[in-house]
């Protein structure tokens, strides 16, 4: 049993945008890096309307399936990969990381924390890489059809993973719960 | 603004109204909601920007096990004092706001990213989109940086933020406060919050504090003024230490450093 209580969230609020992010925050990698991959989509509200001030954050591993953890992640020097990166929405409520690809034997993902105006609380996710599939994965396999589905990023025309997030509704996007969370 | 299905087209609801949402809220209350209901009408905003299904539980694995690493190359020690980012000092109550960043297990998160925001003492943001008419301070942007120390410290130097109206309802204020964004040595202990004074008049009218219906947990928000931290002549101190959910039993080591 935890000892102490924990510090509830609040929400982001409107007021982040001058404060969180910073130059290249969202370039995990150079675009001109081997391998580099846009990790893309849109956040969209429960009336189907994208979201122009969420904060989404991606942690994950590198293309071997090594977490790293090196520091460099607000001074990206260009050339260490820290494996987490940061990107508020733009008006039309779209974001877009440059990253690659994370590795490993099983399925791998993109940790994602979803902020927002109006959200009251973090929202986590992961973005599966297109190849994933209910055989490589115990939770994935655990999942409806239907809702694995959308915790796996698409493969768009230029090769980048797209991955809508909807905070409300039909396409509502699979947010998870980890143990210990009060 | 978009509008609730509580109220009709367009007309904002008044104080009274997200009152007796929020007393209708707060009975409904049962033990064990720690968190910000994020269901939560009186906050209209918050309407179409839930999950309405459960959330899906998961063990973590992989990235989610490890937090992202921040060093001295990320950020500069003069980033904790939002007193001196300009030529000039900022108008305003300065004070030390400090604590100390926990797990569950009372352990402390060292060497961690700490970042704040917050409006200057006459509640404006330097944010563009803040359209209060109350006077931006040139000296004063209101963001700070900082990297927990060895044991778990961080220590801010700031001027007092002042509330400031938003609208959410006809006469809406927010209650003076500092956003708070935190890490722990999980990245699923991911969390950003805000830290509000002691003894505001706000609180009772304000849908994003009382979306915490558990009023032991709203407590936890508070900061505690602490006459120890004043500095004569100087500065007002104020305490509030963070306690972030889970992290798992085995915590990562980071090389240690001594702080500078
Ligand atoms: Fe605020």
Redesign the pocket.
């Known amino acids: 049993m935890p000892e102490l209580d924990p510090t509830p969230g609040q929400t982001i ?3 982040f945008a001058y404060a969180l992010p910073y130059d290249r925050d969202y370039e995990l990698v150079r675009p001109t890096t081997t391998g580099a991959v846009r990790l893309h989509g849109t956040v969209y509200d429960g009336a189907g309307s994208p979201v122009p001030d969420a904060l989404l954050e991606i942690r994950q591993a590198d293309g071997a399936g090594a977490v790293p953890t090196v520091e460099g992640s607000i001074r990206r020097d260009g050339t260490a990969f820290t494996g987490w990166g940061r990107c508020q929405t733009d008006s039309a409520g779209r974001y877009s990381f440059t990253t690659i690809a994370p590795g490993g034997d099983s399925a791998p993902f993109v940790a994602v924390v979803v902020f927002a105006r109006g959200l009251l609380h973090r929202l986590f996710t992961r973005a599966y890489l297109p190849e994933a599939s209910a055989s490589s994965s115990p939770f994935l396999a655990s999942l409806e059809p239907r809702i694995r589905e959308r915790l796996i990023a698409v493969r768009d025309d230029d090769g980048g993973l797209l991955f809508d997030i909807h905070l409300q509704g039909e396409l509502e996007t699979p947010f998870l719960t980890f143990p210990g969370e009060a | 603004m978009s509008t609730s299905p509580a109220s009709p087209a367009n007309a904002p609801a008044s104080q009274r109204t997200i009152s007796a949402e929020i007393e209708q809220l707060r009975a409904a209350w049962t033990d064990g909601d720690a968190q910000p209901l994020i269901d939560y009408p009186p906050y209209r905003s918050s309407v179409l920007r839930h999950p309405t299904k459960a959330l899906h539980p998961a063990d973590p694995e992989g990235a989610e096990l490890v937090a992202p690493v921040f060093g001295h190359s990320d950020v500069d020690p003069l980033e904790a004092d939002l007193t001196i980012q300009d030529r000039g000092e900022p108008i305003g109550e300065r004070m030390l706001v400090t604590g100390r960043v926990l797990d569950g297990e009372g352990r402390p998160v060292r060497h961690q990213l700490v970042e704040i ?3 200057n003492a006459a509640g404006r ?1 330097v944010h563009q989109r803040d359209q209060h008419h109350a006077p931006l301070d040139p000296h004063f942007t209101g963001t700070g940086r900082c990297l927990t120390d060895a044991d778990g410290v961080y220590r801010f130097v700031t001027i007092k ?1 002042g509330p ?1 109206p938003w609208r959410n309802h006809h006469n809406a204020w ?1 209650p003076a ?1 500092i ?1 708070f964004s935190l890490f722990g040595t999980d990245f699923t202990q991911r969390l950003i919050t ?1 830290m509000y004074f002691p003894g505001d008049p706000l609180f009772d009218l304000d849908p994003i504090y009382q979306s915490i219906t558990d009023p032991a947990a709203r407590d936890r928000l508070l900061a505690t003024y602490d006459h120890d931290l004043s500095e004569h002549e100087w500065q007002l101190g104020y305490r509030w230490d963070i306690v972030l959910t889970g992290g798992h039993s085995t915590p990562m080591e980071h090389p240690e450093e001594h702080d500078a």
């Open positions: 609020g409107p007021f | 925001w917050q409006a943001y933020p400031y927010r406060h956003h805000q």
